[in-house]
């Protein structure tokens, strides 16, 4: 089973990155996590994201287009980085994000959503 582990934004993930003795820390402790994930075989990809500032958004409605910059509204629904892991099962999913350092200085949320498989459009 493939999923999209989605690591919430924050107030302070959409001030941007900025090198400090707790940064480094924290990067640090999510190194050797995804190291770990790693060496299960459940990592599949990882990566961060710039802050929405940076972003910019496409609205469709019909055939026309709206491009959108950034910064975006409600921090709490935007996503700041993400992996994508094969795992078993979502309970093996849950298992490995409670493992998880925290991602961010306060609190933070990780949602796991499963990926469309090609069985799930089978009739």
């Known amino acids: ?3 999209m582990v989605l690591v919430k934004a924050t107030e302070d993930s ?13 990067m640090e402790a999510m190194g050797r996590f995804n190291d770990e994930l790693q060496a299960a075989g459940i990592l599949r990809f ?5 802050p929405s500032s940076e972003g910019k958004r496409v609205a469709f409605d019909g055939a026309g287009r709206t491009v959108i910059d950034g910064p975006f509204a ?3 629904e935007l996503v700041a980085g993400f992996w994508l892991w094969e795992v078993k099962d979502m309970e093996e999913a849950v298992a490995w994000a ?3 350092p925290n991602p961010m200085p306060g609190p933070s949320e990780i949602e796991i959503r499963p990926l469309y498989e090609m069985a799930d459009w089978r009739p």
């Open 1 to 3: 089973m493939r999923v």
């Open 14 to 26: 959409e001030k941007g990155f900025t090198p400090s003795p707790e940064s480094t820390a924290m």
């Open 46 to 50: 990882a990566d961060g994201l710039k």
């Open 74 to 76: 409600q921090t709490r």
């Open 98 to 100: 409670k493992r998880c």
